[in-house]
């Protein structure tokens, strides 16, 4: 099975945009965002910074053939952060939840997730409120779709460390109490930090030791230790350089490939078998950054139960279903695919010259 990761900035935008959706340098030639999910050839599609509120989603994006969503959005602002988790209706899960201190949820009796309990004892509910998580459990494992905060150059960038920790604190919390209930946890997403100083070109001068005087990275280093869980690209990939996802186009730094690895797949431990590949695609265009792919061999089991949280069963949208194959132009997987990893082309050192940017690991170009 197959999961891609991709920070989107702005889900509308890349998914009706031609201009702006190349896949592999080529236009996508396909409509809306059943086709930018199907050119994904994967699973499951996490994506971050949908830019979608509540009262602006509609049911072309809670309605799309073939896929079950699930959204969290910013309820303070609109336009702005947000996450959105695509499953194949064939890979269905048991249970999901759109925060880091929501409890997992499904329509069948057997389900009674109490790992969210001590979370949403200390977080409260306005640690959700910016839209940076959404949790689906696939019965396999758990898996964990999450847009940490980044920091801003103004007066508002110590009360907003303290937010990032909270998020990084959450998942932490969160994703040990369910591995201590046996459960197997795999988090993806941009996590607005770069793990060490061959995965941003902003820390190639920064030592070892100071590393970790960012409480921040600090945590997400602790927590890809591989103590519990590993980063499945360097796990793969050790000595691989230049291998970054993000990078600051309003200074060209994408053809310079000057830019930082954020965007992260964390695997349990108990899944380092099943790691077939993982890698980053750089050719593939449309946001600042790029998608990230891991394949796994594990076999998803069939869930049947009812999803409320999926966003084609909320209230709003019950009943309004679209007809798909009039809205959205069908095609056959081609060229212009995000292809299987080991068949895509420049994603090895060779392709830094077609590779990208980011602001320093921490400081964006852009409000997150």
Known sequence: MRI???????????????????????PRRTGGLRGLLDSCRADIICVQETKISRSTMDSTLAHVEGYIGFFSCC????????????????????????????????GADDCADLSHAAVQEWAGAS???????????????????VYVPNLPDDSTREERRAYKMRCLRALSERTQSLRSCGQRVIIVGDFNV???????????????DDLDADECRALVRHMASGEHLFDAFRALHPTRERAYTCWNTKTGARAL?????????????ELRAALHACDIHPKVFGS??????????????????????????????????????????????GANDIAPTGALSGTTRDSAAHSDRCAPADTPARAR
């Not at 900035?9 to 340098?25: D, V």
């Not at 409120?129 to 758990?142: K, L, S, Y």
């Not at 490939?257 to 964390?266: H, M, Q, V």
Request: proline share 5%; hydrophobic share 40%; aromatic share 8%.
């Open 4 to 26: 891609v990761v991709w920070n989107v900035n702005g889900i509308r935008a890349i998914a009706t945009n031609e201009a702006a959706g190349f896949l592999h340098g080529k």
């Open 127 to 145: 640690l959700d409120e910016e839209g940076r998580c959404v949790i689906t459990d696939h019965g396999a494992f758990v898996l964990f779709n």
């Open 194 to 208: 770069a793990l060490g100083r061959d995965d941003s070109a902003f820390l190639a001068d920064v030592s070892e």
């Open 75 to 106: 309820k303070r602002r609109g336009g702005y952060s947000g996450v959105a988790t695509f499953v194949r209706r064939a890979c269905r899960p048991r249970a999901s939840a759109h925060g880091f201190a929501l409890p997992l949820q499904s």
């Open 257 to 269: 490939n000057y830019g930082a690895r954020i965007d992260l797949c964390l695997v349990d431990r």
């Open 288 to 333: 600042d950054h790029c998608p990230l792919s891991c394949d796994l061999d594990v076999e998803l089991p069939r869930f049947t139960s009812p999803l409320p949280h999926a966003a084609e069963n909320l209230p709003e949208f019950q009943g309004k279903q679209t007809h798909m194959l009039a809205f959205f132009r069908r095609r056959a997987p």
